[in-house]
């Protein structure tokens, strides 16, 4: 395999740490780049929303042969009330990103979501969003629209300016490490409130696939020797293990050791996808993706990264 150099912004989130732990462990020399002011290794503080910081890093740490492009604003109530964060990061900091690669050439990976389907009722496979009208999968929040902006932006560049990048659209990824905050996943909500015995809600009728990070983070890393310019990837677990939301609650109750007197069911939730069938074809095609652990497992070794995180052994 040959060493790559490569950056990741967004590094020290969630996804972005599994991957770069991944990338790094493959051989290839990785740059993180984040928010955060520490003191890693083969780390630089930039906010991609400002052009100067992200030319900085280009200047002090590049060349990079691949930029994996992760560094957002998450989530869909997140993007309602902190939506100038919203817009200046998703679109303005891809906007950047795009300039910048015009100008030095390299490949890029951009993390759109699965969002970008909307409230599409058929099967979510990756050209459903060149052959539908837009108002036909009825993208419902400013986060959806914002990713669906950044891989227009993304494709308009390589018609452009020939540039060379991989979308990828990410489904429900979860595990250990990812801290709880009001506007996460539904399985880091479900764990960190039946852990600190706090009541949740669950919608009935809801369906959903989820990805161990694990799994996410090989598959992402796979991309550098199997890139082609302009595709776009549902990355996503098993296809056989989408389950009703309160079947994926039920086993976060097991994993915590505790009865479902904490939760209330409601009907369908408002403005929400009911259900969400991907299909992940061709990334297991292209990419090899190869998802392994099985809910129940990832959901347990969840649950103990959580208890050790918030110390309540």
Sequence with gaps: METKKILVTGGSGFIGTNLVNELRSRGHEVIAADLLNN??????????RYYRQLERTFEETGPFDY?????????????????????????IG???????QEKNDFRMIFFSSAEVYGDYTG?????????????????????????????LMCMNSAKMFGTETVRVRPVNCYGPGERYTPYRGFIP???????????????????RI?????????TFANIVDNFIPGEAYN?????????????????????VGCDDSLVTYEEAEPFTTKVKTIDFSKSIRDLKH????KPKEGIQKTVDWMKWYYRLD
């Design 235 to 255: 990355i996503g677990g098993n296809q056989d293990w989408e389950m009703d939301i309160k079947d994926y609650s039920d086993l976060v109750l097991d994993a």
């Design 189 to 207: 909500k479900f764990i960190y409130l039946a852990l600190h015995n706090k009541p949740y809600t669950v919608f009935k009728g809801h369906k």
């Design 290 to 293: 190869d998802p392994k652990v």
């Design 39 to 48: 003191d890693r290794e083969d780390y630089v503080r930039t906010d991609v």
């Design 123 to 151: 099967k979510m496979s990756e050209d459903v969003m060149e052959n539908n009208p837009i108002k036909d999968t009825y993208q419902m929040n400013d986060y959806a629209i914002s990713k669906w902006d950044g891989e």
């Design 67 to 91: 930029v994996y492009h992760l560094a957002a604003e998450y989530g869909r109530w997140n993007g309602e009330a902190y939506y100038e964060n919203l817009w200046q990061t998703n679109v």
């Design 210 to 218: 989820i990805d161990y990070v694990g799994d996410t983070a090989r």
């Design 94 to 100: 891809t906007k950047n990103m795009l300039r910048l």
